[in-house]
């Protein structure tokens, strides 16, 4: 139901794009947030947004360099992630619910997965 793409490998500093294309029914109706995952670590928020836009929520730490975006026309969500950092090495994640917006992973929907790799 969900596809997240755009990971890759980007020296410190870099720029990475990701997307999430979602075939839900309704995809303007459910809120959307990024996970991500590190090495022998627990899945952690990054961001998410309502289903409108008109709310946003980061974690304090990508909070002055990461941007959650959505566009319902065409079923996508999107994490602008700048000045990145070796710490934000992970598989991120994208998920959706209809009901939940906020940090827990309450969400519904999952995609599998994308690989972002920082290199210092």
């Known amino acids: 139901q969900l596809q997240a793409s755009g990971g890759g490998l980007v020296q410190a500093g870099g720029s990475l794009r990701l997307s999430c294309a979602a075939s839900?029914?309704?995809?303007?109706?459910?809120?959307m947030a990024w996970f991500r995952q590190a090495p022998g670590k627990e899945r952690e928020f990054v961001a998410a947004?309502?289903?409108?836009?008109?709310?946003?929520i980061y974690r304090d730490s990508v909070k002055a360099r990461f941007a959650i975006s959505r566009d319902n026309a065409k079923n996508t969500a999107s994490l602008q992630m700048n000045s990145l950092k070796p710490e934000d090495t992970a598989v991120y994640y994208c998920?959706?619910?209809?009901?939940?917006?906020?940090?827990?992973?309450?969400?519904?929907?999952w995609g599998q997965g994308t690989l972002v790799t920082v290199s210092s």
């Open positions: 998920a959706a619910d209809r009901s939940y917006f906020g940090r827990f992973t309450n969400y519904f929907y």
């Open positions: 839900v029914r309704s995809f303007s109706s459910y809120h």
């Open positions: 947004i309502s289903w409108s836009s008109t709310s946003t």
